[in-house]
C-alpha cells in the first residue's frame, strides 16, 4: 500500500514538473515582485504555490465529474489536453512563456500577482489541467487518489522553494541558464503531449469499436 502511494505520488509529481516548469517560473515572479520587499515576496511565493496546487488537485478529483457532464471521452480529453500541451512545449523550445513580456514597469506595480497571471495561466494553465484531469479519471481507486495528491502536494512545494529561492537560482543559473533548462522541459513536455495524443486516439479507436 505504502509503495503504491509513493509510487503514484512520484509518478504524478514527474507528470505535472515539465507541465507546470517552477524553475522557468522563475524570472517572471522576480520581475513582476521587483518592488516587493522580501516578506511580501515571500507571501507571495507562498500563495502562487497554494493556488496553482489547489486548482490542479480540484480539477485532479473532479475531473470524471467534468467529463461526465460535459459528456467528453478520456480519449477526447486525452486528444485536446495533448494538443495544448504540445503548443505549451513548442512555445517553451522558442520563446520561453515565462521570459515574455516580464520587463514592462506596468507589470511590477501590480500588488498581487499570486492568482492571475502566476497561478493562472502561467503554472496551472490549459496543459496542466487537461493532465491533471487526465491523471485523476485514471485513477478508480482511493489509494491512487491520495498518492496523486501527495504528489501534486509535492509540487506545491517545490514550486514554493523555487520562487523562495529564486534570487539564488537565477544567480547560480544566470537567466540563460534557466533559458536552456525551460527548452529541456519543453522537450519532455513534448513527450508527454504525444503519448496523450497517442492514447487518445487508441482510446476512440477502441471506443468506436475499430480495435
Known amino acids: 500500500m505504502i509503495y503504491q502511494l509513493v509510487s503514484y505520488a512520484l509518478g504524478t509529481f514527474i507528470a505535472l514538473f ?19 520587499s522580501k516578506h511580501q515576496r515571500l507571501r507571495q511565493a507562498k500563495k502562487v504555490a497554494l493556488h496553482a496546487s489547489l486548482i490542479i488537485a480540484f480539477f485532479f478529483i473532479t475531473g470524471q465529474a467534468i467529463l461526465d457532464f460535459w459528456g467528453i471521452s478520456l480519449g477526447v480529453l486525452q486528444i485536446a489536453g495533448g494538443l495544448l500541451i504540445a503548443r505549451t512545449a ?3 523550445g ?12 506596468e507589470a511590477t506595480k501590480q500588488k498581487d500577482i499570486a492568482l492571475i497571471p502566476m497561478a493562472i ?10 493532465l491533471a484531469i487526465g491523471l485523476g479519471v485514471q485513477t478508480p ?15 506545491g512545494i517545490t514550486l514554493y522553494l523555487c520562487l523562495a529561492w529564486g534570487e539564488l537560482l537565477v544567480k547560480v543559473f544566470g537567466k540563460s ?6 527548452q529541456v522541459l519543453g522537450f519532455f513536455i513534448l513527450a508527454i503531449s504525444i503519448q496523450l495524443l ?13 480495435t
Do not use: K, M
Open 18 to 36: 515539465p507541465i507546470t516548469n517552477p524553475v522557468g517560473a522563475v524570472p517572471i515572479f522576480y520581475s513582476l515582485t521587483a518592488n516587493a
Open 90 to 92: 513548442w512555445t517553451l
Open 94 to 105: 522558442e520563446t520561453p512563456r515565462y521570459q515574455r513580456g516580464t520587463d514592462s514597469g
Open 121 to 130: 495561466p502561467l503554472i496551472s494553465g490549459p496543459g496542466a489541467i487537461g
Open 141 to 155: 481507486q482511493w489509494s491512487n487518489y491520495i498518492g496523486g495528491l501527495l504528489g501534486i502536494i509535492i509540487l
Open 177 to 182: 541558464g534557466i533559458r536552456i533548462i525551460s
Open 198 to 210: 497517442t492514447d487518445g486516439i487508441f482510446t476512440v479507436l477502441q471506443e468506436l469499436g475499430l
